[in-house]
């Protein structure tokens, strides 16, 4: 599973889109990419995952650049509910070993 | 309801008193695996496991047991707990491939 790298935090306004980056510049072709989030006092949640292209959910959007070396999950619009830790992580499909990380600690700004 | 259940939410124990956190999810799920969360370090995984009876180590196994005897339950053991080991736990548990992972609610655990 490829190692991910992601900013320790980001902000954004309410009502405005963010878009939370993911590095995984050793990510193989058959890795999957996944997103999670972790709202306060709560366990992590999924969000989309995907594994060339683009994705899109209720929730968010997952864009995959082409070389699939980076993504990044788009949030249309933030709520004060959005506000949580974010994860990246990447895996071949069952989880084997799976490291989240630290994560993006994402404030959203009434 | 679909969920991973997780008991005791809060435990409280002194250095070397053995404790079992248990994990139960009622989705059928092969893979289910343990993580720990403390400050500044993220989630990282302590064990994991494939299917009944395939366990593995995660990159934090050093201080715990699992087992795996029932498909549905994945309990975390502490032998003999140490201070180092207060944190916060989560169990989880998916469908073998590109499923979701499903969390529990967490433990929280103090070692005094």
């Known amino acids: 599973d490829a190692k991910t790298t992601q900013p320790n935090s980001m902000e954004s306004n309410e009502e405005e889109p963010v878009h939370l980056p993911c590095n995984h510049s050793?990510?193989?072709?058959?890795?999957?990419i996944h997103w999670y989030r972790q709202l306060p006092s709560q366990g992590p949640e999924y969000v989309i995952h995907g594994l060339t292209s683009n994705v899109n959910n209720r929730m968010a959007s997952l864009a995959i650049a082409e070389d699939r070396k980076s993504s990044t999950l788009i949030l249309h619009r933030a709520t004060l509910r959005d506000a949580a830790v974010y994860y990246c992580?990447?895996?071949?499909?069952?989880?084997?070993?799976?490291?989240f990380g630290i994560g993006t600690k994402l404030q959203v700004i009434p | 309801e679909a969920q991973v259940t997780q008991n005791p939410r809060y435990l409280i124990t002194v250095t070397g008193k053995k404790l079992t956190v248990t994990c139960s999810q009622n989705?059928?799920?092969?893979?289910m695996s343990w993580y720990r969360q403390d400050p500044g370090l993220g989630l990282r995984q302590i064990y994991y496991?494939?299917?009944?009876?395939?366990?593995d180590k995660g990159d934090v196994p050093e201080g715990y047991k699992v087992s795996r005897k029932e498909k549905r339950n994945f309990p975390l053991i502490l032998e003999s707990p140490s201070p180092n080991q207060t944190s916060l736990y989560f169990c989880?548990?998916?469908?073998?491939?590109?499923?979701?992972?499903?969390f529990g609610s967490g433990t929280q655990l103090s070692v005094l």
């Open positions: 050793t990510i193989s072709g058959t890795d999957y």
């Open positions: 992580i990447s895996d071949s499909g069952g989880y084997q070993k799976v490291t």
């Open positions: 989880a548990s998916s469908p073998l491939v590109a499923g979701k992972l499903f």
């Open positions: 989705m059928n799920h092969e893979y």
């Open positions: 496991s494939m299917n009944v009876e395939v366990t």
